[in-house]
C-alpha cells in the first residue's frame, strides 16, 4: 500500500490541487475529484485507487477540452469525438465526455443542423447540404427535423442563384443548360431546377 503524504492548492488554479503519494508529486486533479474520492493526506491507497483518481483525472481533462473546442463554435457529436480521439484519450473517456457534452447542451447536432441550412441554403439546395451535414456524422433523421423548424426556401434560393449565374451572360440555350446544370451541381432538386430557368427558356 502507498500512501497520500500531501494535498496542496495550485497556485494559478485555486480549483485544482497536487496530490502527493509517497512524497512524490503524483498529479494534478480537481477539488471535484478530492470530494468525490473523499482523498486525504494520510489516506492509505492501493494501485485500484491510484487508477480511478488517475481515469478521473483524464475524464476531467477530456471534458475542459471537449468543451472549450465545442464552446468556440458548435459542433456534431462526430466532431468533438474526432477531436478527442486526435488528442489520445481512451474510446471510454470520449463517450463519456461526449455524453456529457449532450447532457449540458453543448452538442446538438439538430441545433448545429439548422445553423448549417440556414447559413448555406442560398448557395446550396437540400440534397448537398444533406450529404455534407452526413459527412460531419449527423443522422439524416436530424437533419430532417432540422429542415422542419430552418427558415429557408430551396426553391426561391435556386431563382436566386439562376438568376445571378445567368446576369451577365446571353441567354442562350447553351447557358441555360449551364446553369440548370450548376444548380444541380449545388445539390438542388430536378423540380427546383426546372422552375429556377423557367424565365430564361427560349418559347
Known amino acids: 500500500m502507498q500512501k497520500i503524504t500531501a494535498i496542496t492548492a495550485q497556485e494559478k488554479n485555486k480549483e ?17 475529484t478530492v470530494l468525490k474520492l473523499r482523498l486525504k493526506a494520510g489516506d492509505s491507497v492501493d494501485t485500484e485507487k491510484l487508477n480511478e483518481i488517475l481515469a478521473e483525472t483524464e475524464r476531467e ?16 457529436k462526430r466532431q468533438v469525438k474526432d477531436y478527442l480521439i486526435k488528442k489520445g484519450y481512451s474510446e471510454e473517456v470520449v463517450w463519456q465526455t461526449v455524453d456529457k457534452l449532450k447532457e449540458y447542451g453543448y452538442i446538438d447536432d439538430k441545433e448545429y443542423s439548422k445553423r448549417f441550412i440556414e447559413s448555406t441554403s442560398k448557395t446550396q439546395g437540400k440534397r448537398l447540404i444533406e450529404y455534407k451535414l452526413m459527412m460531419k456524422g449527423v443522422r439524416k433523421e436530424d437533419i430532417e427535423s432540422a429542415y422542419e423548424t430552418a427558415e429557408t426556401d430551396d426553391t426561391e ?16 440555350k447553351e447557358n441555360v443548360l449551364k446553369a440548370y446544370k450548376y444548380l444541380i451541381g449545388k445539390g438542388f432538386s430536378y423540380e427546383q431546377a426546372d422552375y429556377a430557368i423557367a424565365p430564361f427558356k427560349e418559347d
Open 16 to 32: 485544482r490541487v497536487n496530490l502527493f503519494v509517497d512524497g512524490e508529486f503524483f498529479a494534478g486533479v480537481s477539488l471535484e
Open 157 to 172: 434560393n435556386a431563382r436566386i442563384l439562376c438568376e445571378k449565374y445567368l446576369r451577365h451572360k446571353e441567354k442562350t
Open 61 to 76: 481533462k477530456a471534458l475542459q477540452k471537449a468543451a472549450d473546442y465545442a464552446l468556440k463554435t458548435l459542433k456534431t
